[in-house]
């Protein structure tokens, strides 16, 4: 009786129906789902319980309650099978997952419960899925287990043979999968520290480039490629080739998309660093498609929808687009999951709230009618803009004419410049200098242009570093707010 029952768990635990039998069986048919309702609800604890309420007088062994025993049992098993070949066809990658390891958990329950023989096809046909879906530790773990049943019957057979030989080369792969994990988040480790040259990280890359390439081109595990070219792609950005890593993410791209199923999250992490690659090349199209691509794969993640958005609003704005990008503030703003999401994103568009005021002010574009309010976020969650915040602040200020305000302000903005570390570093902190050149200029501005011109030509001649840094640091290309702000001054 516990092999039935634990057959009715796996229906209820993934929510499969037991299907009926046709019409001129119904009689027996309606014996059978009697049996099933019985068990599931532990009515019957025992064939001797089952078969004398089916049968009335009748024993555990008498033949017309096993011959409904074993129909039930065959349903059950056929109900499953169904189910499995519907898993292997479903598109949502992460539910097939799921599914898969609570029916991995199930086979080893029925292996202990006089049902070895359905464990083990059910086995086979997890195993089928997980190499589908390239879930390779779960798939791996699958052929151990198909491994030690075939080849403790008979180790010369060739199911043992087989099941060896499918479980070393999952070994073999889970072991390239793990080797590129570990050389990218070795390399990020190095990147986000700050110690390494772009020079030696981009040595590093192409050397860890080099040693995953025989395991790319052995294994096209979803997992290995991924971190695989994550760290080939570090090599272009590093190098500000952003033409090369365009070209890199298309190709891995391509990659994802030929799988026999939908590869969500690496098609995700590509489109997304092509999207930030249309920054650098100021490519409106690319990065439009690219964004599009990325927030229906986002599907219901709406902290990554967001995190999309901000960067489509960080191109319009850098490709002068600005009625695009104040279209897409507009859009953001009335979405109603916006006061959902983490104060550090909705300081971000804070941020940008008074970007487009300043472009407002200077006659560029358009704000809409309606004046957004923030629910304003600590000091705590400012710190990541602080950079972006204090330098449109100080701009604003200069615009409006409030000098004694901006002088006070110049203690903290020469501290931010001078700060070896964070977010003023590279392009902001020359741009913080150049700022600093207004007040010292006596806010003349064919002084300041003068002071301020070895900055400038260090800022034009410095590339933008959107993919390794904090994109919020230049809302709007540093040249172009540079150009605005000096209108704002006395023409002398």
């Not at 009697?34 to 019957?44: A, N, S, T, W």
């Not at 065959?74 to 099978?81: D, H, P, T, Y």
């Not at 879906?133 to 779960?138: A, G, I, K, Q, R």
């Not at 997304?272 to 690659?277: I, P, Q």
Request: aromatic share 10%; net charge negative.
């Amino acid at each position: 009786m516990q092999d039935i029952l634990e057959l009715i768990r796996v229906l209820e635990q993934h929510n499969i129906y037991l299907p009926h039998s046709p019409p001129q069986v119904a009689e027996q048919d309606a014996i059978v789902l009697r049996l099933f309702e019985g068990v599931r609800v532990g009515q019957f604890s025992s064939d001797a319980d089952a078969a004398s309420d089916i049968t009335p007088g009748a024993s555990a062994d008498n033949s017309n309650y096993f011959e409904t025993r074993s129909l039930l049992r065959e349903r059950l098993a056929q109900a499953i099978e169904r189910f499995v070949a519907e898993l292997e066809q479903c598109p949502d990658t992460q539910q097939v997952h799921i599914e898969c390891q609570k029916l991995w958990l199930n086979v080893r329950t029925l292996s202990g419960q006089n049902a070895v023989k359905l464990a083990l096809d059910l086995a086979v046909h997890i195993l089928e899925i997980a190499q589908k879906f390239e879930f390779t530790l779960l798939a791996m773990d699958v052929a151990m287990y198909l491994r030690l049943q075939h080849c403790m019957r008979d180790t010369e057979s060739q199911s043992c043979a087989d099941a060896d030989a499918t479980y070393q080369q999952l070994r073999q792969a889970f072991e390239a999968e793990f080797q590129a994990e570990k050389m990218y988040l070795d390399l990020m480790a190095l990147c986000g520290a700050g110690h390494t040259s772009d020079e030696d990280l981009q040595y590093r890359a192409k050397e860890s480039t080099g040693d995953l390439a025989p395991l790319l081109a052995a294994y096209s595990s979803s997992k290995l490629h991924l971190y695989g070219n994550l760290v080939a792609l570090q090599q272009h950005l590093l190098a500000h080739d952003y033409m090369a890593a365009r070209n890199h993410c298309e190709k891995s791209i391509r990659f994802f998309l030929d799988k026999p199923y939908r590869a969500r999250d690496p098609l995700q992490v590509f489109y997304y660093h092509l999207l930030l690659c249309s920054i650098h090349l100021r490519d409106v199209e690319l990065g439009k498609q690219a964004a599009y691509s990325c927030l229906e794969l986002a599907g219901e993640n709406g902290t990554n929808q967001f995190k999309v958005k901000e960067l489509l609003f960080i191109l319009h704005l850098h490709t002068r687009r600005y009625d695009d990008a104040i279209d897409l503030f507009s859009e953001v703003m009335a979405d109603s999951r916006f006061a959902f999401l983490p104060d550090t994103i909705r300081a971000n568009w804070a941020v940008f709230d008074w970007y487009l005021s300043f472009l407002n002010s200077c006659g560029v574009g358009a704000l809409p009618a309606v004046k957004y309010k923030f629910n304003g976020p600590s000091a705590a969650h400012w710190q990541y803009q602080n950079c972006a915040r204090l330098i449109i602040e100080f701009v604003n200020l200069i615009r409006e004419k409030q000098l004694e305000k901006v002088r006070r302000q110049v203690p903290e903005l020469e501290q931010l410049s001078t700060r070896e570390n964070g977010a003023a570093r590279g392009r902001s902190g020359l741009f913080v200098q150049m700022l600093l050149q207004i007040p010292a200029s006596d806010f003349q501005r064919i002084r300041a242009e003068q002071l301020a011109g070895e900055y400038l030509a260090q800022l034009r001649a410095m590339p933008l570093e959107l993919a390794n840094t904090v994109t919020e640091l230049e809302v709007l290309p540093f040249e172009d707010l540079w150009h605005l702000v000096l209108q704002t001054l006395d023409a002398q």
